[in-house]
Structure formats: C-alpha cells, structure tokens
C-alpha cells in the first residue's frame, strides 16, 4: 500500500497542532525553549529556508511490512534542505542545497533553491535552481539535470503523483512542467506569486505581496477567507500527511489551516516572535523537522508523548495521543523508521 493511500484527516497539524476549539487551555506558545540542544540534527554555517522530507520510497516503503530485508527500513529519514543568507529586506543569498543521509550532509548544488518530491512509490526528487530543475541520483548521492527548464526557480512543488511539477520562478511567474521536464505551460491565472505550496489533492496554495493566500483547483483561483488583516512574515507549509485538501498558514505567527474550499481555520499554535522556524518539515506528522537560529531539529512525535523533555508539548500531545496512535498504526514502514 502506498504511503498516502490511507489517511484520516482528524484536525492535528502543522507543527503538533489540534483542532480549534473556544478553550484557550489547550493553546501552545512555541518559544525559544522548544529548540532543545538534544534534538539538534544538523548545525549549519547560513540560515537553513528550506526542508523537505520525502514521502515516497526513497525514505517510505510500504510495501515491505512483513519483511525486514528492505535496505530502507534500518537506515535513517533522508531529508534535503537549503541554506541562504537571509539579507535584511528578506531576501536570500544562495548557500546551497543539501542531502543530510546517514548523519553526513552533502552539498548537491551551489545554487539550488527549494525540492520537492512525490507522495507515490517513487523515489524521485526534483531542486529548483538558478538555472533550471534537477533530479535526484540516488545511487550517486548527487543532482543531475532535468528536462530543458532553464528559467532562475526560486520555488517548487511536486504533485502526489505522476510528473507534473509547478515550479516558481525569479520573475515570479508559476508554471507547470511536465513530460519529463521537457514541456512548461504558464499559469496565468496565478499572479505575481511569492511562494507556492501544494496539497496532496494537487490543488496550488499561493499568497502574492500582500500575505493573502489564494488557493487554485480545478475550478480556478480563489481567495482564502476568514483570515485577519496579515502584517509582516507570513508562511506556506508543507502539508503534514494526514492533511488532504489543506495547508498550514502562518501569519503574525499564528497558525491557520487553510482548505481547497477557500475556507480557513485558527489552530491552537503560536510561535512567539523568537520561536518562529526559518524552516517547516512536518510531513511525515511522526518525526518532523524545524530550523531554528542555523540548525536543523529533529522531534519525533511518539517519544515527546512519553517524554518530560518538553512538558507543555507532551501535555499537548497527550490530548492527541489517540490520533497519534492511528497515524503511526497506519503507517507501518514510518514507525519502524522511528527509533523511540
Ligand atoms: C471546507 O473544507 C473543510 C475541510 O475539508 C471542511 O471541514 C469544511 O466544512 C468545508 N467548508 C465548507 C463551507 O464547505
């Protein structure tokens, strides 16, 4: 079975977030506090903008449950993130894009900019550059070219399936590429976009200069309403698996969910100002991934529920063990990876 074939869309989210309710008890204020020197991953040298967490077969295969022999099953998540200065006025300075596999991190590409994978039982990832898209080697450990895009991509995603992929370029026009690389088609319904996310229904999440999230389906471009006035930074996330038709939000350093339906939701999370990841990788919702002051987190979810290490995120989490329970129930090859 497919590893995104079977999920149960209960409202946990984003981060470890929970359905909204009027209680204000059940309110989680991520601080600086959260970012405990055990669970550091990776130290960088830049500020870290980007991670991405394979959900297809290069880290996730379901298809082994009954088997120990898979090679994927003892070794660790492979993840790919993406260094940068972040200047002042919020833009970047290319550092690099990296694979972190096995404990050791390896520079794929001096200007690679954002990755993007598939939810199926491929084990493709694609890197948007400044000069064009690129393509996972495996066997290599590096980045070769793709296809004959070679426009400056400044963002990119991946549909589950398939190999369309929608990359967003410098000059801040969307398009989609498919036929192995080779064809791209402007969407022209999508304007002036600065960053694009994408569910795993394929339906496009976008928020141009003024923080406002649009969200493109096959019926076209709509706003997303039920949010306050945006002031300052505001973040597209990258799905956490159980998560269908949705995206995670963030703006003035709350979370919202937002839906394909053009409706949104406040969750329970907030980050206090110094709290706020540069970085987001809550896709697998089991083990997830945030970059915080140049380095990369690790919290994986199972432990933090039997854990003391961080107990207002434990108390959190308890109230949510039972879903937990059932994502990790559902998804065998993802426990297994998750050493508690
Ligand atoms: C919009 O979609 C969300 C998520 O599927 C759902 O919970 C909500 O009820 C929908 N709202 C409307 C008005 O259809």
């Given at each position: 079975m497919m590893l995104l074939t079977c999920f149960t869309t209960f409202a946990l989210v984003g981060l470890l977030a929970a359905a909204p309710t009027?209680?204000?008890?059940d309110d989680l204020l991520i601080t600086t506090e959260f970012f405990i020197k055990d669970f550091v991953k990776y130290q960088a040298d830049h500020d870290i903008v980007q991670i991405l967490v394979p959900?297809?077969?290069?880290?996730?295969?379901?298809?082994?449950?009954?088997?120990?022999?898979?090679?994927?099953?003892?070794t660790e998540i492979i993840i790919f993130f993406v260094e940068a200065d972040v200047q002042?006025?919020?833009s970047y300075i290319d550092q690099g894009l990296y694979v972190l596999k096995e404990g050791k991190a390896k520079k794929l590409l001096d200007n690679g900019r954002d990755a993007a994978a598939s939810g199926d039982s491929s084990r493709k990832v694609f890197f948007g550059a400044k000069d064009g898209l690129y393509v996972y080697n495996p066997a290599t450990n590096s980045a070769e070219k793709y296809g004959t895009i070679i426009d400056s991509i400044i963002g990119i995603a991946k549909e589950k399936e398939g190999d369309v992929i929608y990359i967003l370029t410098e000059g801040r026009e969307v398009y989609k590429v498919s036929d192995n690389g080779e064809k791209k088609e402007l969407?022209?319904?999508?304007?002036?976009?600065k960053q694009i996310v994408l569910d795993y229904e394929n339906n496009l999440y976008f928020y141009g200069d003024d923080g406002k999230p649009y969200v493109r389906t096959t019926e076209g471009v709509k706003r997303v309403e039920g949010l306050p006035e945006v002031s300052g930074k505001v973040t597209l996330v990258k799905p956490p698996i159980f998560l269908e038709n949705g995206v995670p939000y963030i703006a003035s350093n709350k979370v919202y969910l937002l839906y394909a339906n053009g409706t949104s939701q406040r969750t329970h999370m907030e980050f206090q100002h110094d709290g706020l990841p540069t970085a987001f990788a809550?896709?697998?919702?089991?083990i997830q991934y945030y970059a915080h002051d140049k380095k990369i987190y690790e919290y994986n979810i199972l432990a933090l529920l039997i854990s003391t290490v961080l107990e207002d995120i434990s108390d959190y989490l308890n109230q949510k063990a039972n879903e937990i329970r059932t994502i990790a129930s559902n998804h065998e090859s993802l426990k297994r990876k998750i050493k508690t």
């Open positions: 009027s209680n204000n008890d959900l297809n077969s290069l880290n996730f295969n379901e298809d082994d449950s009954s088997s120990s022999e898979s090679k994927e099953s003892d002042p006025d919020g969407l022209d319904d999508v304007v002036k976009a809550p896709e697998t919702a089991l």
